[in-house]
């Protein structure tokens, strides 16, 4: 009787998300099974309305690289909550302050200066205001099958055309070329261009990473013709590949880095723009580049600098590079034992994708390993492709019960 009633409720609330909030999202969780609602969440794990527990390989799609309710940044926050200093302006707060004096140390190279948002697709749009502020109405080159986010800027920049068809027009100024191909990307310089963004690993395409030295013949390339080079490390920041940011594996130091999901500790949305001080000098002078009322909160930025400490003050990075190459050789070996159903695996840390033969099979593994308390989803931009994402403290047991379930959904999908 318990669970009929539970069921019922479930449903309910799955009509209503659809008929108020977004009619195709339940049609998509309940195409690979996940027709429950969630009722809990901690570290690596989400309860849902029946009290199964499933093994999170989604992480919020890159919220929560500290895992579901981490109970250090919840106890930092509730004790900002108690200090009663939520909304300052029209005056400065300390919090604030020492969030970007944080972030100045964390960063590579000379990224100094910055500004705290409420969200990744914002600071996006700050960069490109920052762009235009300083080059004017120049051209900015993006990537095909990038994604940078939903608000007009971002999506915009994004390089995945199904997600702009709906919205043209889009703003001008902006032209793409393939990610990874240099000879293009020289190409499409010319005296209009006014800088480069790019994501130093693209998600959204299935987990692409840069060819050998691609990353820092785009910062040549931007040295040589005085352009602006901005790396977008919204997914692959704070950690997701087994270094703080994923342009430290490259060696390279994008003149703008764009930050945002986890940086927020998966409880606080954030999102912050990083660059070097010669950009910054004009930013207070345009009312429009910093008018967001909530940007800067004392909530963000103490969610903000508790991730950046929680991050420092164990192995995490390190542990995360070592379960990542644990995981990536395990699928691959997988990929090896099944290609009739998997084409490859790729990726750095806990960012990676499994390739599958077709979009068919990718959501029948989904749904496989949905069956078997895994919750892992194909890319939004290109179906064929299973993203593995988990939260960096999943544990080294909870990635061998990972690779056990999905070795058993391949032999499932492989008999079909």
């Known amino acids: 009787m318990a669970s009929g009633i539970k069921l019922s409720k479930d449903m309910n609330l799955f009509e209503s998300y659809g008929r108020l909030i977004n009619p195709a999202y339940p049609s998509f969780l309940n195409k690979l099974g996940l027709n429950k609602v969630a009722t809990g969440a901690q570290g690596a794990t989400i309860t849902d309305s029946e009290g199964n527990t499933y093994i999170d390989c989604v992480g919020g799609y ?29 005056l400065i707060s300390e919090i604030q302050v020492r969030l970007a004096e944080c972030i100045e140390k964390i960063t590579p190279g000379e990224l100094s200066c910055s500004f705290i948002l409420n969200s990744g697709s914002e600071a996006i749009d700050c960069a490109i205001k920052l762009v235009r502020l300083h080059r004017g109405g120049k051209t900015i080159i ?48 010319s005296a209009d261009t006014g800088a480069v963004l790019i994501e130093p690993i693209q998600h959204e395409a299935g987990i692409l990473l840069p060819l050998n030295g691609y990353l820092q013949k785009v910062r040549k390339l931007c040295d040589e013709h005085g352009l602006i080079m901005i790396l977008d490390e919204i997914k692959t920041g704070f950690g997701k590949t087994g270094r703080m940011f994923a342009c430290e594996h490259y060696n390279v130091v994008p003149d703008i880095l764009v930050l945002g999901k986890s940086l927020g500790g998966g409880l606080i949305p954030t999102g912050a723009v990083i660059a ?138 492989s008999n079909k």
């Open 142 to 189: 993006t990537a095909q099958k990038s994604f940078h986010g939903h608000t007009f800027g971002a999506l915009t920049a994004s390089g995945i055309p199904s997600f702009k068809r709906a919205f043209q027009p889009l703003l001008p100024g902006f032209i793409s070329v393939p990610f990874g191909d240099i000879e293009a990307l020289k190409q499409s310089i």
């Open 276 to 413: 070097k001080s010669h950009l910054w000098k004009r930013f207070g002078l345009s009312f429009p580049m910093s008018a967001s009322s909530y940007a800067g909160n004392v909530l963000a930025c103490r969610a903000g600098l508790s991730t950046i400490r929680y991050i420092q003050q164990g192995s995490l990075l390190a542990d995360c590079a070592e379960k990542g190459k644990m995981l990536l050789r395990s699928l691959r070996d997988c990929v090896g034992e099944y290609p009739n159903i998997l084409r490859s695996a790729e990726g750095l840390g806990l960012l990676i994708g499994i390739e599958t033969q077709s979009g068919k099979i990718a959501l029948e593994l989904a749904k496989e390993m949905i069956r078997q308390r895994i919750i892992m989803v194909p890319a939004f931009g290109n179906s064929s492709v299973l993203m593995v994402e988990p939260p960096l403290v999943i544990s080294f047991q909870q990635i061998r019960a990972v690779v056990d379930s999905f070795a058993a959904a391949c032999v499932n999908v």
């Open 62 to 90: 890159g919220l929560f690289n500290l895992g579901h309710n981490n109970p250090d940044i919840i106890e930092s926050l509730t004790d900002q909550l108690k200090e009663q200093q939520l909304l300052t302006k029209p």
